[in-house]
């Protein structure tokens, strides 16, 4: 290793008298010796610190102040002790009892009460210019003191002044400066060490990150920050942040405020959230960092986390994508809806999707979402039917901490904001109550939302499609549903069949759903023969509970392959005695070809021995959709059923 570089910023009678601890230091540092004094020793200074062409100066009195005082540099002060005044007092005395003494900066207190001791008259003295030091030598001559003891700076104007001088330093006391300039070079080039580190993970780092010490003056920065502002590292570094844009201020932070972590700034058209936070020595501030995040990374992590954890929150799903090459279907009406849908795809627009109970409209949402431009983004649902207000309210606008009582530690985020730059699926949006209603327009319109508890507006991209069984028209006019939401939901109108409708779908679709079913339980019957003898009956069943009720009875049935080793070997006879709704004898139906649902929800009840669950399993719906059927008036269906 290089020996270190020291620099002697000295004075004539200094250098001098000093000559031999620097021949003795030469094997050891690599020493220039410098004469200068104030301006001209600062301005030598800066000039080697430039060039990088010294490690550590060294230097006594007003030059040791001035260079530690203007330089980002390691400065070790030959300092004239108590022992090495003394001394000085007493070769002083040798010449004349009175004796002046010139300090920079300040005189010594204790000097004064050595007086006596050493049968001295004193008169001390300070100067802080060399125009200070030259009034106060002119002073200390018309006062009758012929002798001064001070730095060699003074001894020069001394001699000027016809005062004789003499040097307050000692050899012991120039080693000590020599010693100690030798440990600051060893701190400064491991510190240089941790600094090239620290240098090396700067240039590696996409964040643009900028430090400075106490001062404001910056230490370091990286080619991120260099790209942000437009100037080269070295550019920045040495300068103050006065001379930087004032977005970038540290101020506040080195004065002791609280570290800022979420301050969103425009730099160089760019929009940047900023960190700052303090850098701590011993409990103090000793400078701090300013790290600018581009918004758009940040956008852009946010997104891919919210997928990551979605993912997370479903690690069993069989599949959570679906496309339209996955709804099966030949049935003209279903095939208009599908091409629209496509259509559809390739906007922005909200969309609402009206159907019955089990007709496939989540699935048709999903297939949107994946022929659209937000394909890769998050696709998030929600059954606005299954939550209580409150709770409802929560999980789509979030909440933040101690908003309510329960509320989770730290807040939440909505659905809203999981599904930011991607598609929010509203399913049974007909069942959500007046007040989240218009909530949800506020949304629509602003797009923006609040949490519950915050005041704070949080912008969101979502796309929305909804999705109902009600009537929402005639909900309007009996004031259950606002007009205005009504219009902004269905700016784009898609309706599903019911499967009822689409009698020459129901063989393609009972074949895919049973062979999925048969190789989910680990069967390996084949679909299209178990399906063959039952297909009349399947065909001529209304499906109340539409593609929902299919895949319910096929998934039965492919229990019951599970007692067959062959197909000769299938229970057939005890499958089709556990589905009597589908395989009984065809009712007499109401004139669209279908059972009134009352009546098809009284026998189902009867057949389950009065058990609701089980009959709005065998319907193919929930028990909220059971018990509503029961309710209704005799007759041919109405409305536009259930989702």
């Known amino acids: 290793m290089s020996l270190p570089r020291l620099c002697f910023l000295s004075y ?46 060294v230097s006594a009195g007003a030059n040791a102040s001035l260079i530690r005082r203007h330089l980002p540099a390691p400065v070790a002060t030959i300092q004239a002790g108590g022992f090495d005044i003394l001394q000085a007092l007493l070769r002083a005395r040798e010449r004349h009892p009175r004796v ?14 050595a007086k006596s001791l050493l049968n001295l008259e004193i008169r001390q003295c300070a100067y802080t210019t060399p125009e200070e030091a030259r009034e106060r030598l002119r002073e200390l001559r018309d006062e009758g003191f012929p002798v001064v003891v001070g730095s060699s700076l ?50 590696h780092l996409q964040d643009a990150v900028l430090a400075v010490d106490r001062h404001g003056v910056v230490t370091a920065a990286n080619p991120a920050m260099q790209r942000a502002l437009g100037e080269p590292v070295l550019a920045l570094v040495g300068r103050t942040l006065d001379a930087l844009p004032e977005e970038l201020a540290l101020a506040p932070v080195l004065r002791g405020a609280p570290p800022d972590d979420g301050s969103v700034l425009r730099l160089n058209g760019r929009d940047w959230v900023a960190a700052r936070r303090p850098l701590l020595e011993q409990g103090r501030v000793a400078g701090a960092t300013l790290t600018l995040y581009e918004a758009g990374t940040i956008h852009e992590a946010d997104n891919r986390l919210r997928i990551q954890q979605r993912r997370r929150q479903q690690p069993s799903a069989p599949r959570t994508r ?26 922005e627009l909200a969309i609402l999707i009206r159907g019955e109970s089990g007709t496939g409209k989540e699935l048709l949402a999903q297939a949107i979402h994946q022929a659209s431009a937000r394909a890769a983004r998050p696709f998030v649902a929600i059954n606005c039917a299954a939550l209580p207000e409150g709770l409802l309210e929560s999980e789509l606008f979030g909440h933040e901490e101690g908003a309510f009582t329960g509320a989770r530690r730290g807040g939440q985020r909505g659905l809203f904001e999981a ?26 319109q ?51 069949p019911p499967l009822r409708e689409r009698p020459g779908d129901v063989a393609a679709l009972a074949q895919a759903l049973l062979a999925d079913a048969l ?48 197909l000769e070997d299938l229970p057939l006879a005890e499958f089709v005695h556990e589905c009597p709704e589908v395989f009984a004898a065809a009712p007499q139906a109401s004139a669209d070809g279908a059972l009134p649902r009352a ?16 009959a709005a399993q065998a319907l193919g719906v929930n028990r909220s959709t059971l018990w509503r059927w029961l309710r209704e008036p005799p007759g041919p269906c109405a409305g536009q059923g259930e989702s």
């Open 12 to 57: 004539p009678a200094l250098r001098h008298f000093a000559a031999p601890v620097v021949a003795e230091y030469a094997g050891r540092a690599r020493i220039e010796v410098v004469d200068g004094a104030f301006d001209a020793a600062l301005a030598a200074a800066r000039a080697r610190l430039a060039r990088r062409a010294v490690d550590v100066f």
């Open 100 to 113: 002046g003494v010139l300090h920079y900066g300040s005189t010594i207190p204790e000097l004064d009460a």
């Open 154 to 203: 003074v001894l020069e104007y001394a001699a000027q002044a016809g005062i004789e001088g003499v040097l307050a330093y000692s050899l012991d006391g120039i080693r000590r400066g020599f010693d100690d300039a030798l440990e600051l070079a060893r701190v400064a080039r491991l510190e240089a060490g941790r600094t090239g580190q620290l240098n090396a993970v700067l240039q």
């Open 322 to 347: 679906w496309c339209f090459d996955d709804l099966l279907g030949q049935a003209p009406a279903f095939v208009r809806t599908l091409q629209t849908a496509g259509r559809y795809a390739r906007t």
């Open 419 to 444: 599904a930011h730059t991607g598609t929010l699926f509203l399913d049974e949006v007909g069942d959500m109550p007046l007040a989240l209603q218009t909530r949800l327009l506020r949304v629509l």
């Open 446 to 496: 602003q797009r923006e939302i609040q949490r519950l508890g915050s005041t704070l507006a949080i912008p969101v991209d979502v796309r929305v499609i909804a999705a109902t069984h009600q009537p929402l028209e005639q909900m309007v006019a009996g004031r259950r549903f606002r007009h205005d939401l009504l219009h902004r939901l269905d700016t784009l109108r898609l309706v599903l």
């Open 519 to 566: 190789a989910r339980h680990g069967s390996r019957l084949e679909a299209a023969p178990l399906l063959s003898p039952l297909l009349p009956a399947l065909e001529r069943h209304a499906w109340p509970g539409n593609v929902r009720e299919l895949e319910n009875t096929m998934e039965r049935l492919a229990v019951f392959a599970l007692q067959a080793e062959r």
């Open 599 to 614: 009546e098809r929800a009284r026998q189902a009840l009867a057949r389950c021995g009065g058990r609701a669950g089980d």
